[in-house]
């Protein structure tokens, strides 16, 4: 019972933690534009190369 002196501030000190890196990349807009990462990875940039088959 006297490891639960540790272990609750511990977890209570992650859960802090890990809020503030949930709320400092709120701030930092990483949730701004969700699908706009999507479309850039499946658009075409460049065109298709026509394969030499003579």
Do not use: C, N
Not at 24 to 50: C, F, M, N, T, V
């Amino acid at each position: 019972m006297e490891v639960l002196v540790f272990l609750v501030p511990l977890a209570l000190a992650l859960g802090l933690v890990g809020l503030g890196g949930f709320l400092w990349s709120l701030k930092s807009g990483q949730y701004d534009d969700l699908e706009g990462a999507a479309w850039r990875a499946i658009a075409d940039d460049e065109p298709a190369h026509p394969s030499d088959k003579t």
